[in-house]
């Protein structure tokens, strides 16, 4: 999946009365790559640089972030929780690539030399905790997540946490907003289940954690309840397309599994 697409808003927009003010503004989104660190620890294919110092924090117990764009999303959160909780956070996030060590008919050569040598930096970063996140479907299985786990094992990693896939907006968030006023008058409400994609990969990965016998956190509950998915908190929304969380988004997920994520550390 292109690592930070962004939802072309023309259909939506194009048709139908005019979008209020206030519908406009929820829809404007700051730049995708903010807090990010793009090209830095948020590398692409046409990066050549490898990933400096600068995206290993010096304190500890560290975080590592390993995955593709949508892990990438979930940095600005972590830094929020920083601001509460004592830890160190790494970033090793490649677009488009998600944190495996076998080669995919959709991933990238450089994908792949990638991920090998990011296994090297989180040894050499003495890891507590490797966060695996991605944008996780029904199609991945245990077989093609094995060999990460072993890699990691083998750098005496003690962690190993996946992150389930976040809520799939069909047609990206954006628009929905759009598309719901248009039919409906209304701004759309901040838990809904319409226009979310049905689980896919959450219950997999699930499944796939517990056989590789490593820790699982689904954001997918974190997010959602009976009543919906988060769309938006007040006037910001979550997600700025499909998957990619926007710093909102990123935030409320941190706040949510953050405990989970450090590991109930003792004070």
Known sequence: MSALAVV??????????????SIVRLITLPDATTGL???????????????????VDRKRPLVVVWGDSTAAAL???????????????????????????VRLSSMSASCLERNRKIVGLIGDASADTVLLHAY???GYTQEQLKPTILALRAE???????????PVWRGGLPAVVSTYFRRTGAVIPERTWQYVEVDLGDAKMRGIASSLGVEYISARDALCDVRGCISRVG?????RDTVHLTQTGSEVLLTSIGQEVLGARER
Not at 88 to 101: I, K
Not at 156 to 166: A, D, F, H, N, Q
Request: charged share 20%; hydrophobic share 40%; with cysteine.
């Open 156 to 166: 005496k990693i003690r962690r190993i946490v996946i992150l389930g896939p976040v």
């Open 75 to 101: 940095i600005p959160g972590f830094r929020k929780l920083q601001q509460t909780e004592d830890f160190g956070v790494a970033q090793f996030t490649v677009t488009s690539c998600a944190p495996l060590l």
């Open 8 to 21: 072309a808003l023309v259909p939506a927009l194009g048709y139908g009365p005019s979008l209020p003010e």
């Open 37 to 55: 660190r793009s090209h830095e620890c948020m590398l692409s294919d046409g990066d050549t640089n490898d990933f400096p110092s600068t995206c």
């Open 235 to 239: 006037g910001s929304l979550m997600a």
């Open 136 to 138: 996780w479907d029904a």
